[in-house]
């Protein structure tokens, strides 16, 4: 067989194919928008990069089992022959209207759509500070992550810092895995975490899962200042008020809320709104359309707001989508849950301290090695990126771009194509621009 990507998965498919609909991210928005969907009868593909479907919360692996949610969503669209499940795919480029460019570990292809969503998630926001680059150190999602995936942590010494329930939900996952959690440092002050715990009433599920997090390492008004090590992290110095502490630690896990995944949207054409933070997301009205004709998103891509309105969010946006009556139950529960996302970013409101910590010569884009000092002393993105190469490298901006919304309010440009580094036989592939559409063959790995 020809290694040639275009070769190995042609097979032509009329172009825009009417009911046909696409679903990028296989977290708890695109689960719930395809199965909402299937009812419809289209043909559904649902696309993740991930090597398993779940998402962030629902990512399972040696470390972890799938949840039940998640199973039950998984099994229900397993039985269904005209919903299609390709994982450890990415999107790498829009082909035109009506179509994106996909690859995987093997091949690249042009998928067509008669109706797209968009349920991309979010990512954690990593703000810079001395040390904050050193082997050991992660996100508090990120680490988490790792262990569902099977890091051994049994016996460490782990500390996290940052802001929100995330950190609470690691430090369990972390405890479940043998760690030593030595501190849960909440950026937060005592009296917003007094007022946020007063006012999950509204949400009597979530009271008790945030009483099943609690731990007596929890501190609020804390933050890290600095990590310490020579080849990795040994240590992290916290601040309380005016009170400096160090802690001998084996890792730390840091994280200061959530970004939306807005680039692909943004890539695609679709308008973007900015959340209370002022952080991109993609604009949605009632029914989740977009502002591009038969483009829906759904779930954290549209502002973070938790796993319950991810789901209603993905139901709404697959009922849309194919056409189907959204029922007011549905609008309802978006409502409800919704209101808790936004309990949950006004009560963890970044402190303006959080922009005070990176030195001058602290390094700001860890993908290019560029410093603070030489970013700080830009204009603005565009200037940042020509003239100190910021943002240009692997991760394209995810991370420092994040942080220079955060510090500056600088708004990345749109992104370009290709959205992802991508094989040069894939952008071989985005160069030709074919006028017909070519999906991939019945493909053995991805049954
Ligand atoms: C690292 C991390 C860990 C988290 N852990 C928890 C937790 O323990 N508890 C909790 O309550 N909340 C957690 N959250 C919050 C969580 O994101 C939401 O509650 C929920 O998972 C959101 O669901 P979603 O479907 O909107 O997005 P996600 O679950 O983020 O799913 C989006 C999916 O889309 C995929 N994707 C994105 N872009 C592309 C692309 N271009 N091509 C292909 N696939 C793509 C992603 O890989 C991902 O699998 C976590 C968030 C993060 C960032």
Request: charged letters at 15%; proline letters at 6%.
């Amino acid at each position: 067989m020809t290694r040639d990507p275009i070769q190995r998965v042609a097979q032509t498919t009329r172009p825009g194919h009417k009911r046909a609909l696409l679903i990028i991210g296989a977290g708890p928005a695109g689960l719930s928008a395809a199965r909402a969907a299937a009812q419809a009868g289209w043909q559904i593909t649902v696309v993740d990069d991930n090597p398993a479907p779940g998402g962030q919360i629902w990512r399972s692996g040696p470390g972890a089992a799938p949840q039940p949610a998640s199973r039950s969503l998984q099994t229900a669209l397993a039985a269904l022959p005209h919903v299609r499940l390709l994982c450890g795919t990415r999107v790498v480029a829009a082909q035109g209207t009506g179509a994106l460019l996909l690859e995987n570990a093997e091949q690249a292809w042009v998928q067509a759509y008669g109706a797209l969503i968009l349920c991309t998630g979010a990512r954690e926001l990593m703000l810079p500070f001395p040390g904050w680059t050193l082997p050991g150190i992660t996100g508090a999602g990120a680490l988490q992550a790792l262990i569902k995936s099977g890091l051994p942590v049994r016996g460490q010494r782990i500390v996290l810092a940052g802001s929100g329930p995330l950190l609470l939900a690691a430090a369990a996952s972390a405890r479940r895995a043998g760690a030593h959690v030595l501190r849960v440092a909440e950026q937060a002050s005592a009296a917003q975490i007094a007022r946020f715990t007063a006012g999950l009433w509204r949400w009597p599920g979530k009271a008790v899962q945030a009483l099943g997090l609690l731990s007596t390492q929890y501190r609020s008004a804390t933050h890290a200042t600095a990590a310490l090590g020579a080849q990795r992290v040994e240590a992290v110095q916290l601040r309380h008020g005016e009170r400096d502490y160090t802690l001998a630690c084996d890792r730390l896990a840091v994280g200061f809320g959530l970004v939306p995944n807005a680039e692909l949207g943004r890539l695609l054409g679709c308008a973007s709104a900015q959340d209370a933070d002022g952080k991109a997301v993609v604009a949605v009205d009632a029914r989740q359309a977009t502002s591009l004709p038969g483009v829906f998103a759904a779930g954290e891509c549209t502002g973070a707001g938790g796993v319950e309105r991810s789901m209603a969010e993905g139901r709404i946006a697959g009922l849309a989508a194919t056409g189907q009556a959204v029922p007011q139950q549905a609008l309802a529960e978006r409502t409800h849950w919704a209101a808790f996302g936004k309990h949950v970013a006004e009560h963890f409101v970044l402190a303006p301290a959080l922009r005070g910590l990176a030195r001058p010569e602290t390094i700001f884009c860890r993908c290019e090695d560029v410093v603070f000092a030489d970013v700080a002393a830009c204009s603005g993105w565009t200037e940042a990126k020509l003239a100190t190469r910021c943002g240009m490298g692997a991760c394209q901006g995810r991370v420092c771009g994040a942080a220079a919304q955060h510090l500056w309010g600088w708004q990345a440009p749109s992104p370009r194509p290709p959205l992802v580094p991508a094989r040069v036989g894939t952008l071989g592939l985005m160069a030709k621009k074919p006028s017909f559409t070519i999906a991939p063959t019945i493909d053995p790995t991805h049954p």
